[in-house]
């Protein structure tokens, strides 16, 4: 199929090499100079596994352009992948989805049929505006324009991202005619049987089952987007609420999880405590959701306690270190981890800033190390002064604590007993519930996880 996207961010980017590897025709737009110049060398704009690689595989078929007037006319599927950022009341601002829209109308054919996709995430409502969105254009031009606006939520995962895309759980198509399907269905064939050969370096999982399309309405598809995240952001705060009580009664939540996630009912992911959600989606789709409810006078009090937990943990370690150091002011932090979750460079709310932010205002000298965030970390954190580590040893040297924020493999791997022995004190707060209490204490270090 001919297809458009407008958009290369983690998620349009994805989508495009995606769908290049699968032998479609993409063109993707975006009016970023800088992302454009590093695509036409062939270089991904994202810090994300496997995408330079599908990226050179593709790279002779797949085409990127500033130009939606260019490519949307030839098209016959167009996705929208542009970001809805929060607004200052905490509602997703769909203005760029809008604005996508409106160019796409104003230079589509009138005699030809197109399948436009919304893949940003949007309140509730918005394929309906972005409908009356085109029909207004197409008055304006004064033309019969033919286009299906049609809502398919993307459900992807930073780090795991093409493994979502080539593996998903199940594909979510939104639309009020049975043509959007069956356009749908064409352009998602070769995921929905299975068909293609896997990338080389992404192989089949062995136990997947064929993923199942769902078709609804647009407003139902637009829901199950912020109804999932949502439900997974509580998934995480119930445990750390859960975890709060474990270091009151002296439980251990890793065990508690584990003993609740084998219930079927409840399953074991997303029970890991530490220290809460960040990262793109869950901060900023909790708070759009709850705009989405202000708006219809209606009350989300299991959504807001959810947000209340989460960002309590980032002020919890604080105290933490607080309780060990006995004071803060004037002592050294080695902080292990800026990124909002491992093998990403993303820094978008991760808890590494507030926490960060918090330190430097109680007088204390901060040392950051993070494998590949800490020029973005850098860049959010540009009005205050903290000393970036090119590695692990540097940050714990002559340190008062190591705080874990974020779970990189190599922080797994590292040498317990070389870090504590050069550390002034040798105090391991663990946010993320990493290492075994035993193993840190028997390296020398006085131990601190989250609920155990
Ligand atoms: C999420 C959804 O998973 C994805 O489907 C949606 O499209 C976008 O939002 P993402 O934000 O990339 O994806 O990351 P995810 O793996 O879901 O983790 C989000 C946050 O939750 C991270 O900060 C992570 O550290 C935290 N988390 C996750 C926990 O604290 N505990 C867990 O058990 C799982």
């Known amino acids: 199929m001919k297809i458009t996207i407008i958009g290369t961010g983690y998620v349009g980017l994805t989508t495009a090499v995606v769908l290049s590897y699968l032998n479609h025709d993409v063109t993707a737009v975006d009016k970023d100079k800088h992302k454009l110049s590093l695509l036409h060398e062939g270089k991904s704009p994202i810090h994300e596994p496997g995408i330079q690689s599908l990226l050179d595989e593709v790279c002779h078929t797949i085409r990127f352009t500033p130009s939606v007037a260019e490519v949307v006319p ?21 203005r760029h989805v809008e604005e996508a829209a409106r160019e796409i109308a104003e230079v589509c054919h ?46 992807l995962q930073e780090g795991l991202a093409l493994q979502g895309a080539f593996y998903p759980d199940r594909i979510v198509v939104g639309a009020n005619n049975v043509n959007a399907f069956d356009a749908l269905r064409h352009l998602y064939q070769p995921i929905l049987e299975q068909t293609f050969d896997p990338p080389t370096f992404l192989p089949r999982p062995a136990a997947y089952h064929l993923p199942p399309m769902m078709t609804t309405d647009p407003n139902s598809a637009e829901m199950i987007k912020y109804a999932a995240n949502t439900f997974l952001a509580l998934k995480i705060s119930f445990i750390n609420e859960i975890a709060g009580l474990c ?8 065990e ?7 219930d079927s009912r409840i399953g074991p992911r997303f029970l890991r405590a530490g220290l809460g959600w960040g990262g793109s989606c869950y901060p900023k789709d909790t708070a759009a959701l709850l705009g989405v409810a202000a708006q219809a006078g209606y009350e989300m009090p299991i959504t807001e306690a959810a947000r209340t937990v989460n960002f309590e943990q980032r002020k919890r370690i604080v105290e933490k270190l607080r309780y060990v ?36 205002a109680e007088g204390v000298n901060v040392r950051a190390h993070d ?13 205050i002064t903290i000393e970036y580590c090119e590695d692990v040893y540097s940050v714990s040297h002559n340190a008062d604590a190591l705080l874990l924020i974020t779970e990189w493999e190599l922080y797994h791997r590292m040498d317990l007993r070389k870090l504590a022995k050069q550390m002034k004190t040798p105090i391991l707060i663990d946010g993320r519930n990493v290492f075994s209490p035993q193993d840190a204490m028997d390296a020398g270090f006085h131990y601190i996880g989250v609920g155990r």
């Open 74 to 94: 030839d098209a016959e599927l167009i996705m929208i992948a542009v970001g809805t950022p929060p607004k200052k009341n905490g509602e997703a601002d769909t």
């Open 110 to 155: 009138p005699n030809r049929h197109y399948t436009l996709v919304i893949k940003s995430t949007v309140p509730i409502g918005t394929n309906k505006r972005v409908a009356q969105v085109v029909d207004t254009v197409f008055e304006e031009r004064g033309i019969q324009g033919n286009i299906s606006v049609t809502s398919n939520p993307e459900f």
């Open 325 to 360: 150091l006995k004071t803060l002011k004037g002592k050294t932090i080695g902080i292990l981890g800026l990124a909002f979750k491992p093998n990403t460079d993303d820094v978008r709310e991760a808890p590494s800033l507030d926490i960060i932010r918090q330190l430097v």
């Open 247 to 254: 270091e009151d009664v002296g439980a251990d939540v890793t």
């Open 256 to 262: 508690v999880a584990r003993g609740i996630g084998l």
């Open 371 to 383: 494998p590949i965030a800490m020029p973005n970390a850098q860049q959010a954190l540009s009005e």
